[in-house]
T-cell receptor, first 119, second 113 residues
Framework: EAGVAQSPRYKIIEKRQSVAFWCNPI?????LYWYQQILGQGPKLLIQ????????DSQLPKDRFSAERLKGVDSTLKIQPAKLEDSAVYLC?????????????????FGQGTRLTVV | DQQVKQNSPSLSVQEGRISILNCDYT??????FLWYKKYPAEGPTFLIS?????DKNEDGRFTVFLNKSAKHLSLHIVPSQPGDSAVYFC????????????FGKGTSLLVTP
């Protein structure tokens, strides 16, 4: 079974530039998450999709971050304009449809992440 | 507001001995707890989980214990192996928030030969 695919693996941009990350979840997984992991911290949820609808985007800085999941499969996360403090690893994860499931079926599976450096 | 806390940034254990990683949480709505393992330059990998209706779950060398009254859980690795050296993240989730994971800051485990 193929895992969660993310690209690019690394990206270096100047502040005020824009950047986009792509994620392809595990086939059949209805729930998709984007997490931000700053060095020395645990991953922090940015946004959660259920199919192509947004479930939770309360921690997404909407003045500069946007995300979409067209057709309920692939997803993109965009930052425009980037700030120095956006330097982090951006992790995409997916899980089975969390609604109506026992907790044991809700484990999230992560991609390798995109390491973003803003200079 | 850190709802999941791992107060030990690092732990060093000799090969063959027991590794005990600890985690505390503050949100009483959490009903599912997970441990993830992370190697450098890779995403976190699911290791083991426990539901709030249980107090112990075992999978091979890995056992997770949950003490709901103390809002505390721990991961035991017995026996520890050098390949277990990684960063371990404790995470918690709740049904009423779509099971999105709340992570601790992680504990870096080093298993020495």
């Amino acid at each position: 079974e193929a895992g969660v695919a993310q690209s690019p693996r690394y990206k270096i941009i100047e502040k005020r530039q824009s950047v986009a990350f792509w994620c392809n979840p595990i086939s059949g997984h209805a729930t998709l998450y984007w997490y931000q992991q700053i060095l020395g911290q645990g991953p922090k949820l940015l946004i959660q999709f259920q199919n192509n609808g947004v479930v939770d985007d309360s921690q997404l800085p909407k003045d500069r971050f946007s995300a979409e999941r067209l057709k309920g499969v692939d997803s993109t996360l965009k930052i425009q304009p980037a700030k120095l403090e956006d330097s982090a690893v951006y992790l995409c994860a997916s899980s089975l449809d969390v609604y109506g499931q026992a907790p044991m079926n809700t484990e999230a599976f992560f991609g390798q992440g995109t390491r973003l450096t803003v200079v | 507001d850190q709802q999941v806390k791992q107060n030990s940034p690092s732990l060093s254990v000799q090969e063959g001995r027991i590794s005990i990683l600890n985690c505390d949480y503050t949100n009483s709505m959490f009903d599912y707890f997970l441990w993830y393992k992370k190697y450098p330059a890779e995403g976190p990998t699911f290791l083991i989980s426990i539901s709030s209706i249980k107090d112990k779950n075992e999978d091979g060398r890995f056992t997770v214990f949950l003490n709901k009254s103390a809002k505390h859980l721990s991961l035991h690795i017995v026996p520890s192996q050098p390949g277990d050296s990684a960063v371990y993240f404790c995470a918690a989730s709740a049904a009423n928030s779509g099971y999105a994971l709340n992570f601790g800051k992680g504990t870096s485990l080093l298993v020495t030969p």
